[in-house]
């Protein structure tokens, strides 16, 4: 079976996650300008730093998959 995130979807999460954590940092107006125009120049779909964290994400999914797949080939059926 294989799984991987597709590119709006991960921009979504990554926007709903940012928002979320520039409301509770407490912000300046300043700062939070300053991380919202980062996010709409650098992270929007198709840069190469959206790109990054599709793969990043997509690697990470993988890999914690393949672990969880081992262990449950390793863990005996008495152990539930």
Do not use: C, T, Y
């Amino acid at each position: 079976m294989e799984v991987q995130f597709k590119d709006d979807e991960l921009a979504e999460a990554f926007n709903v996650l940012f928002n979320h954590m520039a409301d509770e940092a407490g912000l300046s107006d300043k700062d939070r300008a300053m991380l919202k125009r980062w996010k709409s120049s650098s992270m929007k779909l198709g840069s190469d730093d959206m790109d990054d964290l599709v793969r990043k994400a997509n690697e990470d999914l993988l890999r914690g998959l393949a672990r969880r797949e081992r262990s449950q080939i390793r863990k005996p059926d008495w152990a539930d």
